[in-house]
C-alpha cells in the first residue's frame, strides 16, 4: 500500500514537473515572438520617419528652389550693358624700342647714326564675329605716322577642312614673312627677304585658303593659295592696276622623335609688274611683263618633353629667287637666304646667330654680293618683358666699307596675345 502510494506522488510529481517546463518554454516562445514583432515594428517606425525627413528635407529644398527663381525673375537689366562685355574684342599692346651704336670712329654712316629710338608700338585686335569666324587687326604706330598692319576675316571651316581669309594680310611665302617684327628671333628681318621681296615684305590685300591636306609625302601637309592685288611696289605693279598676284606654298611636317620635328616648304608666286592706269592724268597701259618668285624653307626644332622650359635648339633656313622682267630681254635675278640656329641656354636666356646672303635687285648682278653676320643673345625678364643684344656685321663687294652695328632691345607687351607671331 505504501509504495503504491509512493509511486502515485511520484507520478504526480514528475508529471506537475514536466508540466510546468511545457508551461515555460511555451511562455518563453510568446516573449520572443513579442520581442520580434515589436523589433519589426520599430524598424518600419524608423524606416518611415527616415522617409518623413528625407520628404521634408526635399520639400524644403523645392521651396528654397522656387524662392530663387523668383528673386531671379525680378531682377532685369534694362540697360543691357553688361551683356556687351561679352562681344568686346581681345585688345593686346606690344612696344618695341632700341638703342643703336655705329661702331666706327665718327658714330654714324649713311642712313643710320648712334642712338635711341622707339621702332613702333603695335596694337592687335582679335575676336570671334560669330561660331563661324574671327577676325585679327594689327595698327602699327611709328613715330613719323600710324600704318595699318593687317586687318582680315577668317572663316575656320569655309569647306570641309579648308580655311578662308579675306583682307589685308602678311602672305605666306616662306615662314618669316608671315610674322611681326616684334615677334622676330632677331631684331630685324633676314637681309635677303627686305632686299628681294621689299623693304616690307610682301602684305598685300585678298584672298588665302588653308587646306589641311591628306597625308601624302609627310606626317602633316599643307597647301596654302592666295590670291592678292600685286600691290608691291618693288615686285608688281604697286598702286597701278595689274593682274593679281598667286601664290602657292606647300608646307609638309615630319614627326623625326618625341622631342623633334622637321618642317619642309615649297613656296611659288606670279605676278605681272607692268603699269595699266592714269599718270598725271595721261591714260599709260604697258606690255605685259611678268614677276616670277620661288623659295624653299627648312626648320628643324629640338625640345625635350621633360625640359621644354629650360632648353631647346632650332635651325631654320630659306632661299628666296627672283626674275622680274624690267624690259624686253631685260631680267632681274636676285638671289638670296638666310639661316641661322637658336639655343635655349635656361629658362631666360637663348643665344644664337643668323648668316645672311643675297645679290643686290638690279639687273646685272651676277657677281655682286652681301653677306652678313648676326650674333646675338636674349634675356627674357618675364613673359611680358624681353632684352636682346645684338651685333651686325654687314660687308660685300657693293658696299663701300663694312658696317658694324650693336643694338640692345626692348620688347614688351600686355594683353591676352603677348608677343604673337600673327
Not at 403 to 419: D, F, S
Amino acid at each position: 500500500m505504501n509504495k503504491c502510494i509512493k509511486s502515485m506522488l511520484l507520478f504526480v510529481f514528475l508529471f506537475s514537473g514536466f508540466t510546468f517546463a511545457q508551461d515555460s518554454l511555451n511562455v518563453a516562445k510568446k516573449d520572443s515572438a513579442k520581442i520580434a514583432n515589436l523589433e519589426k515594428r520599430i524598424k518600419a517606425l524608423e524606416e518611415k520617419q527616415n522617409e518623413n525627413d528625407l520628404e521634408k528635407l526635399l520639400n524644403e529644398a523645392q521651396t528654397a528652389s522656387n524662392e530663387k527663381s523668383k528673386e531671379k525673375k525680378t531682377k532685369v537689366f534694362k540697360s543691357g550693358q553688361r551683356a556687351l562685355q561679352a562681344i568686346n574684342p581681345e585688345i593686346s599692346v606690344t612696344g618695341d624700342a632700341y638703342g643703336q651704336f655705329i661702331l666706327n670712329k665718327d658714330g654714324f654712316r649713311e642712313g643710320a647714326r648712334t642712338g635711341a629710338y622707339f621702332r613702333t608700338l603695335g596694337i592687335h585686335i582679335q575676336g570671334n564675329l560669330d561660331p563661324f569666324s574671327l577676325t585679327k587687326v594689327a595698327v602699327e604706330v611709328h613715330p613719323d605716322g600710324v600704318e595699318l598692319g593687317e586687318a582680315y576675316v577668317t572663316w575656320s571651316n569655309f569647306l570641309p577642312k579648308i580655311s578662308l581669309t579675306a583682307g589685308k594680310f602678311r602672305q605666306q611665302f616662306g615662314v618669316v614673312n608671315r610674322w611681326h617684327v616684334h615677334s622676330l628671333d632677331q631684331f630685324d628681318f633676314p637681309l635677303a627677304l627686305t632686299t628681294i621681296l621689299g623693304e616690307d615684305g610682301l602684305n598685300q590685300i585678298g584672298l588665302s585658303f588653308n587646306w589641311l591636306m591628306p597625308s601624302i609625302t609627310a606626317d602633316a601637309n599643307n597647301l596654302i593659295v592666295e590670291i592678292t592685288n600685286g600691290q608691291n611696289d618693288q615686285l608688281f605693279g604697286g598702286e597701278m592696276f595689274s593682274f593679281p598676284s598667286i601664290l602657292m606654298h606647300l608646307k609638309n611636317y615630319y614627326d623625326l622623335s618625341r622631342n623633334a620635328y622637321l618642317e619642309f616648304g615649297l613656296t611659288a608666286m606670279y605676278g605681272r609688274n607692268n603699269f595699266k592706269g592714269f599718270d598725271n592724268g595721261i591714260k599709260v597701259v604697258e606690255d605685259t611683263r611678268n614677276t616670277i618668285l620661288g623659295g624653299v624653307d627648312l626648320t628643324i626644332f629640338w625640345e625635350p618633353v621633360n625640359q621644354a622650359l629650360y632648353h631647346s635648339f632650332l635651325w631654320r633656313s630659306e632661299l628666296y629667287y627672283a626674275n622680274k622682267e624690267v624690259a624686253p630681254n631685260q631680267n632681274i635675278k636676285a638671289l638670296g637666304g638666310y639661316s641661322y640656329i637658336d639655343y635655349k641656354l635656361a629658362e631666360q636666356w637663348q643665344i644664337g646667330t643668323r648668316f645672311d646672303y643675297t645679290q643686290p635687285f638690279e639687273v646685272n648682278n651676277s657677281s655682286k654680293y652681301t653677306y652678313q653676320v648676326v650674333p646675338y643673345i636674349t634675356w627674357w625678364q618675364s613673359h611680358w618683358v624681353r632684352m636682346r643684344l645684338q651685333y651686325s656685321y654687314m660687308n660685300g663687294n657693293v658696299l663701300p666699307e663694312s658696317a658694324n652695328t650693336l643694338r640692345l632691345q626692348m620688347v614688351w607687351a600686355v594683353g591676352p596675345h603677348k608677343h604673337d607671331r600673327y
